[in-house]
T-cell receptor, first 115, second 112 residues
Framework: DVKVTQSSRYLVKRTGEKVFLECVQDMDHENMFWYRQDPGLGLRLIYFSYDVKMKEKGDIPEGYSVSREKKERFSLILESASTNQTSMYLC??????????????FGSGTRLTVV | GEDVEQSLFLSVREGDSSVINCTYTDSSSTYLYWYKQEPGAGLQLLTYIFSNMDMKQDQRLTVLLNKKDKHLSLRIADTQTGDSAIYFCAESYTGTASKLTFGTGTRLQVTL
């Protein structure tokens, strides 16, 4: 069964810490995405990548960076965590050009709490 | 820019039909989707419709698309308690990485 795996389901971090959220997909997908989900706001795109070492800003990139050194892995980095980054983070992947016809495959999410 | 809107909450009785609505603004959308999110889980693709179609039916699910009004709906027949979840509509358009724009999500509560 194909999947997108996020390394942690729950994380608690302190304000100012550097936080890494990891995402791995086994479908050989070109495109990978990071969203955050907040009640009443839906999913908001933070960053996406359509190739190794390529990245593009989404709608809310401030306070985040990403790394894609290998095709299967896409990491989200919170350089200095703040309480307003407490959220559910969702990783997704799709195949180049077919993201339209088949949508995304999502991971189970990482619920991050910054205290 | 793209904007996708949904009502936040819907409550239905078990066995009734549910209709979840969505409006979008990008007329160049190519595909429109419905995703389901169960508590504590990621999003699962339920169904999708190509923008040149008016309707798609898949077992208990019926998707209606009114492209003129930019309105998308998901009808769930014979709603069950297992259908309780958050439902997201999303749109995509031809472009780099075929980005999806998601709605705010509608929480469906099924009561006995």
């Amino acid at each position: 069964d194909v999947k997108v795996t996020q390394s942690s389901r729950y994380l608690v971090k302190r304000t100012g810490e550097k936080v890494f959220l990891e995402c791995v997909q086994d479908m050989d997908h070109e495109n990978m995405f990071w969203y955050r989900q907040d009640p009443g706001l839906g999913l908001r795109l933070i960053y996406f990548s359509y190739d190794v070492k390529m990245k593009e800003k989404g709608d809310i990139p401030e306070g985040y960076s990403v790394s894609r050194e290998k095709k299967e892995r896409f990491s989200l980095i919170l350089e200095s965590a703040s309480t307003n980054q407490t959220s559910m983070y969702l990783c997704a992947s799709s195949s180049l050009g077919t993201g339209g016809s088949f949508g995304y495959t999502f991971g189970s999410g990482t619920r991050l709490t910054v205290v | 820019g793209e904007d996708v809107e949904q009502s936040l909450f819907l409550s239905v009785r078990e066995g009734d039909s549910s209709v979840i609505n969505c409006t979008y603004t990008d007329s160049s959308s190519t595909y429109l989707y419905w995703y389901k999110q169960e508590p504590g889980a990621g999003l699962q693709l339920l169904t999708y419709i190509f923008s040149n179609m008016d309707m798609k039916q898949d077992q208990r699910l019926t998707v209606l698309l009114n492209k003129k009004d930019k309105h998308l709906s998901l009808r769930i027949a014979d709603t069950q308690t297992g259908d309780s979840a958050i439902y997201f509509c999303a749109e995509s358009y031809t472009g780099t990485a075929s980005k999806l724009t998601f709605g705010t999500g509608t929480r469906l509560q099924v009561t006995l």
